[in-house]
């Protein structure tokens, strides 16, 4: 292997949002013997390089599940937008279903109001612990707003016309799956959209090459490796594309049936540290000679 890709949320950060010191360990091993590492992930640029500088990791990052590409040195290089018309389309069915929208695009995210997402959120963090307070949602709103630019417009229409900003990735989620699944159907034909999600309440739309497999073999290709000398990491369903492709890809303990059952490899849960156990297993494997060390960059 000479190159790790690793999904964020339930893959390299733990239920706190950390990156943990075994996986930071795992990771700076591997790129002090010359393999590559990069995050891919469905959030924002300005949300997943906060706990990789905290965890003093400098990597490349594929950012809005392949919608936009960033170098170690926080340059864009690469970005595929949504067709607006596209846009209009998901819009007009999500509304239809009540679902909560919010739009990424190359100005930061767009929501319809604060009060909504915090009801939202609020919604998610019940669902997961029914004794959670109004102070601890209020936290992680906060938190939210400190981690990423997020504004707010009363209608959706002025945004996809703004032919100024570029929109690269739409999140609509639901408690209600029934919600979800009629969205889904009526738009899961559609030849222009990349319907995928990273959790069992939301659905996430891209254009159809803004796919994590498709962004990290661009990557790959740049830096003249072979997607067979990939290894990746992911845990959903906005992990699938770039699972198929690697050479060597790895479901988390944690992750869903559809990918365990992708997968050829498999490690522990992401609060077992299972992104540092699938490194050191490979090293291990590479030490032994069953697979060849890379050159060094």
Do not use: W
Not at 24 to 41: D, E, H, P
Not at 71 to 86: F, K, Y
Not at 162 to 191: A, R, T
Request: proline share 3%; hydrophobic share 35%; aromatic share 6%.
């Amino acid at each position: 292997m000479k190159f790790i890709a690793s999904d964020f949320d339930g893959t390299l950060l733990n239920e706190k949002g950390m990156i943990s010191e075994r996986n930071i360990k795992a990771i700076n091993k591997a790129q002090s013997k010359g393999i590559q590492f990069a995050a891919a992930t469905g959030r924002s640029y300005d949300a997943a390089i906060k706990p990789l500088k905290h965890a003093g990791i400098n990597c490349p990052i594929i950012a809005l599940n392949g919608a936009t590409i960033y170098d170690e040195n926080h340059h864009l290089i690469d970005s595929i937008p949504m067709d607006r018309e596209t846009c209009k389309k998901i819009l007009a069915v999500s509304q239809d279903a009540h679902l909560y929208i919010e739009f990424f695009t190359s100005d930061g995210i767009y929501s319809s109001s604060r009060e909504q997402f915090a009801e939202v959120l609020e919604d998610i963090m019940k669902s997961a612990n029914p004794d959670v307070t109004r102070e601890e949602v209020e936290t992680q709103v906060n938190q939210r707003f400190q981690n990423e630019k997020i504004q707010f417009i009363d209608d959706y229409r002025k945004l996809i016309n703004h032919n100024d900003i570029q929109i690269f990735k739409m999140l609509c989620s639901s408690l209600n799956p029934d919600n979800l699944e009629m969205v889904y159907e009526q738009l899961k034909n559609e030849s222009d959209i990349a319907i995928t999600s990273s959790g069992h309440i939301n659905l996430e739309f891209n254009h159809p090459n803004a796919q994590k497999g498709m962004a990290l073999e661009r990557l790959a290709k740049q830096m003249n490796i072979s997607m067979e000398d990939v290894m990746a990491m992911g845990d959903n369903l906005n992990d699938k594309s770039m699972l198929e492709r690697a050479g060597r890809g790895v479901a988390m303990e944690n992750a869903a049936e559809e990918i365990l059952s992708l997968c050829n490899y498999k490690t522990k849960t992401n609060e077992e540290d299972g992104v540092a156990y699938a490194i050191e297993e490979m090293l291990e494997e590479m030490k032994q000679g069953n697979e060849p060390a890379p050159e060094k960059f």
